[in-house]
């Protein structure tokens, strides 16, 4: 009988290979989670495996399911969907099978990230909702000017909040009553360029894979550039390598990808989010597969095997070519509207994802940080010709695809 692997959840492009990916590897892929989540294509790439609706934030209605379906012979259980990695971990406890790494438990908390690498982070002050330390952030703030609120755990921009004078500081307990979390960070706000380091642990030894830089309108991520680390200086580039394998190393953290988030003004690195036990989200895993030549099951494969058996499939034969340059565009509405589906022209680039279900509401860009109609990815200049003639149908008639991207990389703070 085929073992089994359970994904608790998905990001929407790791979710398309999913079945491919298993298939490589041997396994019978089950899926939990809510399918109305994802667009149509990529919720029927879903139902290629043994799927099953469940609230994948719970742990007690996952393993009830699996022991009511009689789902066995389960060789591991993982996730790509960053604020479901707890729960994957915890399940895999119970079921006393492979999981992800526990150190990803720890890593999670923005707050202990700051305490494993002091030198590489922002001044940070932590606190709990029910007792606020208002004269530490009102001295925090007069030394920096400008603060960042977040909680301990999240990810992508939610509960994110820029405290720019003492009037947001005495206003940050009505802003936190919209919120279930309860301990949460404030830390020294940071004005410089956002970019990552993408790769994976094997074993406890740091593979770098490149270099990512993102675009972003307002809040909302609209383009991601790899691999970048020929833009950037040789001091941002090093400092940033030297924080993440000390992250690594006081972690513990042994087998798994990780999207190790920094910011930087040209003179100092700032680790902002270490985001390990994933790859990076959006369209990376197809830009990865661009840029070294493979095929996206492939990358998955090797994240999967990587994460939770801890080591490379001998048949995969990965990242060996010289990287090519690659872009993902997330586009979307300059104006919101209610989306009613795109004309996608006949592609040069080899990879699209449908995001937003047609019917639906969207914000304009820059409004949202789920805003995106499709992501679009590939070799730079066949993106970059293809997004032209995207159109987008609304209720207020069709209107073009609306993308930002900065062609040219060399004017950023961190450049060399």
Known sequence: MMEKLIFVGSSWVFAKYIALSCQLLGFQPVFLGNSSFYSSDVRSAVEQCEYYDVDIHSVDDMYNLIKSKNIDNIAGITTSYDSALTSAISLAKRLNVKGPDTSILALANKYNVTQLVPDYSPDTLVFKKSDIPFDKIKKLFKKHQMLILKPTHGAGAIGVKKIGSVKDINSIPNYLKEFKESTWVIQQGIEGELYSIEGYCLNGKVNVLGFSLRDRVKKTEMANHFPTENFISDDVRNNSLQALKQLVTKSGYQNGYFHCEFLSDGRNVYLIDANFGRVGGAALIEQLATSFDNKPEEITAHIISVSLFGHEPAKLSLFKNTPEKTLSLYFGLGKAAHYRGVIKPVLSSPYYAAIANENTYLEAI???????????????????????????????????????????????PIAK
């Open 366 to 412: 820059g409004e949202d940080d789920f805003s995106w109609v499709g992501i679009l990815s590939g070799p730079n200049h066949k993106v970059l010709k293809d997004i032209q003639n995207f159109k987008i149908k609304t209720d207020k008639g069709l209107v073009p695809a609306t993308y930002f991207v900065r062609h040219d990389l060399t004017q950023i």
